[in-house]
């Protein structure tokens, strides 16, 4: 049993661009697509299963009065005629032939435990689903694709009804993020977002009849080419307008500026009604114009605009804080319609890192009886020595690292970082420092500021070790590095920078990962999947194996490149974990104690598997080079090797 979400999808800007872009194939002087799409707080809910035939049942309270459960063979006529039917389930069944005829899987059961989404309210409760079919087909039956080839697929299933959709409606395959999509012909680019600070929309069905199909054949009629003067003005409000709002919608939205975004909003629907509505009679909105320009709304409001096709389908507004969206969703409800709140949440930054030094170092024996292995000197191309753990640091810090906890194994190991963080030399060391060594021990006594310690007493595995930080974690994500392992980038960005650039464009839990070769997986975790990107650097991991045999390595866990030839990628010790890696260390290490169970190790891997199965993981290629401090040969390649690559990257 698998537990799916997928949310609504609202365009902010730039509808129907989607299909208008799709014109280039005919004529290229139409311009890409462009569009603003997120996801919202609204959405499905289900749990999936194997099944020998498609079944669509409901629990789902929303929906109990217009639903009545839904089975079919996993015939492909069957499935077809269904797709046809114009029925309910019509979009379910066009995206399950689809999967059957590509993909020849079996069944699938899918229970609709709620139901938050409007339908047919332009949130795109069709893509929805067909969007949750699909994920539904690929996690059960591991069909390793990613995000865009879901979104492929529901866009292809929803075709094979009598609907023609837009591209962008399936962007709710991407989650509750904004997107900006760009539709070139038959390709589609979806780069995701920066957003500074919250940003409050109210999204209200207007309880009235909309004509998509009429409105989209309406428009339609004036590509690939514009013959009158009202088409040559439809193209240019698709095209170079719309690409210049798009261009000040995602300054406004990476800079926080509610107000400019609110007026671009009441802008670009001016322009909407100047240049396109006068097409369709269909695009007459007058329940929409009304509350637009209704004085309690503009009070609350820094502006708005239809939705989706427009019509009098939906309507939505930026409201000017929280309290406002409050009111604003009150007052729309009061006046008969179906309003949401939605808010449009800043990606958090990485601003705390964690590393476990708990260890003893039993590889490194009798060395670390006198000395933590996190102590032990390390040569610098600047012709400095400095111990493992203030390399470690500063890296964290020139990476905009604020806080730093390590996790000690006993409060007695607090002295030496004591010693070394927090106390000045004593002067007959002090003066016979060069003024520039001088200079920096007193930055090493600053970087002590930044440390906090917490304590693993006892040691119950590195998931243990990991959740001793979950108080210091703040229920925020948080980098983790590990404690005997050097890091080099290969660029100007730090190996810790590019995994938190990453987190703030995909906000979730990311793992770091490096190219080894076949002959050495079995040394390793071993993560696959299959690439989220073009430029093959963010892959979407779909299973994670701990030390597998080389033929099992070569028969599943490959992860393909743009030319069929498979490589295999382990971790390369950074991760970025968010606040549901540690709930589900804190249920492990309470299911262990239940059990009376102290021995159990309690592992990492555990967890982020646990939160890959329920909410999905990314692998993060760093561009860069990992020294494993942890045994005799590999300290030893560290010492010859570190500096050099410190003195290759700097030139």
């Given at each position: 049993?698998?537990?799916?979400?997928?949310?609504?999808?609202?365009?902010?800007?730039?509808?129907?661009?989607?299909?208008?872009?799709?014109?280039?194939?005919?004529?290229?002087?139409?311009?890409?697509?462009?569009?603003?799409?997120?996801?919202?707080?609204?959405?499905?809910?289900?749990?999936?299963?194997?099944?020998?035939?498609?079944?669509?049942?409901?629990?789902?309270?929303?929906?109990k009065?217009?639903?009545?459960?839904?089975?079919?063979?996993?015939?492909?006529?069957?499935?077809?005629r269904?797709?046809?039917?114009?029925?309910?389930?019509?979009?379910?069944?066009?995206?399950?032939?689809?999967?059957?005829?590509?993909?020849?899987?079996?069944?699938?059961?899918?229970?609709?435990?709620?139901?938050?989404?409007?339908?047919?309210?332009?949130?795109?409760?069709?893509?929805?689903?067909?969007?949750?079919?699909?994920?539904?087909?690929?996690?059960?039956?591991?069909?390793?694709l990613?995000?865009?080839?879901?979104?492929?697929?529901?866009?292809?299933?929803?075709?094979?009804?009598?609907?023609?959709?837009?591209?962008?409606?399936?962007?709710?395959?991407?989650?509750?993020?904004?997107?900006?999509?760009?539709?070139?012909?038959d390709?589609?680019?979806?780069?995701?977002?920066?957003?500074?600070?919250?940003?409050y929309?109210?999204?209200?069905?207007?309880?009235?009849?909309?004509?998509?199909?009429?409105?989209?054949?309406?428009?339609?009629?004036?590509?690939?080419?514009?013959?009158?003067?009202?088409?040559?003005?439809?193209?240019?409000?698709?095209?170079?307008?719309?690409?210049?709002?798009?261009?000040?919608?995602?300054k406004?939205?990476?800079?926080?500026?509610?107000?400019?975004?609110?007026?671009?909003?009441?802008?670009?629907?001016?322009?909407?009604?100047?240049?396109?509505?006068?097409?369709?009679?269909?695009?007459?909105?007058?329940?929409?114009?009304?509350?637009?320009?209704?004085?309690?709304?503009?009070?609350?409001?820094?502006?708005?605009?239809?939705?989706?096709?427009?019509?009098?389908?939906?309507?939505?507004?930026?409201?000017?804080?929280?309290?406002?969206?409050?009111?604003?969703?009150?007052?729309?409800n009061?006046?008969?319609?179906?309003?949401?709140?939605?808010?449009?949440?800043p990606?958090?930054?990485?601003?705390?890192?964690i590393?476990?030094?708990?260890?003893?170092?039993?590889?490194?024996?009798?060395?670390?009886?006198?000395?933590?292995?996190?102590?032990?000197?390390?040569?610098?191309?600047?012709?400095?020595?400095?111990?493992?753990?203030?390399?470690?640091?500063?890296?964290?810090?020139?990476?905009?690292?604020?806080?730093?906890?390590?996790?000690?194994?006993?409060?007695?190991?607090?002295?030496?970082?004591?010693?070394?963080?927090?106390?000045?030399?004593?002067?007959?060391?002090?003066?016979?420092?060069?003024?520039?060594?001088?200079?920096?021990?007193?930055?090493?006594?600053?970087?002590?500021?930044?440390?906090?310690?917490?304590?693993?007493y006892?040691?119950?595995?590195?998931?243990?070790?990991?959740?001793?930080?979950?108080?210091f974690?703040?229920?925020?994500?948080?980098?983790?590095?590990?404690?005997?392992?050097?890091?080099?980038?290969?660029?100007?960005?730090?190996?810790?920078?590019?995994?938190?650039?990453?987190?703030?464009?995909?906000?979730?839990?990311?793992?770091?990962?490096?190219?080894?070769?076949?002959?050495?997986?079995?040394?390793?975790?071993?993560?696959?999947?299959?690439?989220?990107?073009?430029?093959?650097?963010?892959?979407?991991?779909?299973?994670?194996?701990?030390?597998?045999?080389?033929?099992?390595?070569?028969?599943?866990?490959?992860?393909?490149?743009?030319?069929?030839?498979k490589?295999y990628?382990?971790?390369?010790?950074?991760?970025?974990?968010?606040?549901?890696?540690?709930?589900?260390?804190?249920?492990?290490?309470?299911?262990?104690?239940?059990?009376?169970?102290?021995?159990?190790?309690i592992?990492?891997?555990?967890?982020?598997?646990?939160?890959?199965?329920?909410?999905?993981?990314?692998?993060?290629?760093?561009?860069?080079?990992m020294?494993?401090?942890?045994?005799?040969?590999?300290?030893?390649?560290?010492?010859?090797h570190?500096?050099?690559?410190?003195?290759?990257?700097?030139?």
């Amino acid at each position: 049993m698998i537990k799916l979400f997928v949310p609504g999808r609202l365009c902010l800007f730039g509808e129907h661009t989607d299909w208008a872009g799709h014109y280039r194939t005919m004529n290229a002087d139409i311009l890409p697509g462009a569009a603003i799409v997120t996801g919202i707080e609204q959405g499905i809910y289900a749990e999936v299963e194997k099944s020998t035939i498609f079944e669509m049942v409901s629990e789902a309270p929303e929906i109990k009065d217009r639903w009545s459960d839904f089975s079919c063979r996993m015939n492909d006529a069957e499935l077809k005629r269904v797709a046809k039917s114009g029925s309910f389930f019509c979009y379910c069944a066009g995206v399950a032939s689809y999967m059957l005829e590509w993909y020849k899987v079996g069944g699938v059961r899918i229970k609709i435990t709620a139901m938050t989404l409007p339908m047919k309210s332009g949130l795109s409760s069709s893509a929805a689903i067909c969007v949750l079919v699909a994920r539904a087909f690929n996690m059960l039956y591991n069909l390793n694709l990613n995000t865009m080839g879901e979104m492929n697929i529901a866009y292809l299933g929803e075709l094979r009804t009598e609907s023609r959709c837009g591209r962008l409606d399936q962007a709710c395959a991407f989650g509750v993020k904004p997107n900006l999509m760009i539709f070139d012909g038959d390709e589609v680019e979806v780069k995701a977002l920066n957003v500074k600070k919250p940003l409050y929309w109210v999204v209200s069905d207007l309880c009235a009849q909309k004509d998509t199909i009429k409105i989209l054949s309406d428009l339609n009629k004036a590509y690939p080419f514009a013959t009158t003067e009202s088409e040559k003005l439809l193209h240019e409000a698709l095209g170079i307008r719309n690409h210049e709002i798009i261009e000040r919608a995602v300054k406004y939205i990476a800079d926080g500026d509610a107000q400019a975004l609110g007026q671009l909003m009441t802008e670009t629907e001016q322009l909407f009604d100047r240049q396109v509505a006068p097409l369709s009679t269909a695009l007459w909105a007058p329940k929409l114009h009304s509350y637009l320009n209704d004085e309690n709304v503009k009070k609350l409001v820094w502006g708005g605009k239809g939705v989706g096709s427009h019509g009098d389908g939906s309507v939505q507004f930026l409201a000017h804080s929280k309290e406002a969206q409050a009111e604003l969703v009150d007052y729309l409800n009061s006046q008969g319609l179906h309003a949401y709140p939605f808010t449009l949440q800043p990606v958090h930054t990485v601003r705390r890192a964690i590393i476990p030094v708990a260890g003893f170092g039993t590889r490194l024996y009798p060395a670390t009886q006198v000395l933590k292995k996190d102590f032990f000197p390390i040569p610098c191309s600047d012709g400095m020595v400095r111990p493992v753990i203030l390399i470690l640091i500063e890296e964290l810090l020139k990476s905009g690292i604020e806080d730093i906890c390590l996790v000690l194994g006993s409060e007695e190991e607090r002295r030496q970082y004591a010693e070394f963080f927090e106390k000045q030399l004593p002067e007959e060391h002090l003066h016979k420092l060069t003024p520039q060594y001088r200079e920096y021990s007193y930055h090493i006594h600053d970087i002590g500021k930044h440390l906090h310690y917490v304590y693993q007493y006892e040691k119950r595995g590195f998931g243990h070790a990991v959740y001793q930080a979950a108080d210091f974690a703040e229920n925020e994500p948080v980098l983790l590095l590990l404690g005997d392992t050097l890091y080099k980038s290969n660029t100007t960005k730090t190996c810790a920078l590019q995994m938190i650039e990453a987190y703030e464009r995909y906000n979730t839990l990311l793992v770091s990962i490096h190219p080894i070769p076949l002959d050495d997986v079995s040394r390793y975790g071993i993560l696959s999947g299959v690439w989220e990107n073009k430029e093959k650097t963010v892959l979407q991991v779909s299973e994670m194996a701990e030390k597998p045999k080389q033929s099992y390595a070569e028969d599943y866990l490959g992860v393909k490149d743009g030319n069929g030839k498979k490589s295999y990628y382990s971790v390369f010790g950074q991760y970025i974990l968010t606040p549901e890696v540690f709930d589900c260390l804190a249920e492990d290490i309470r299911q262990a104690d239940i059990d009376n169970d102290r021995e159990r190790e309690i592992e990492l891997t555990t967890a982020l598997d646990k939160v890959r199965d329920n909410s999905g993981m990314l692998g993060v290629r760093i561009n860069g080079e990992m020294y494993d401090m942890g045994n005799p040969v590999a300290l030893r390649n560290a010492v010859i090797h570190f500096p050099e690559s410190q003195t290759r990257n700097d030139r």
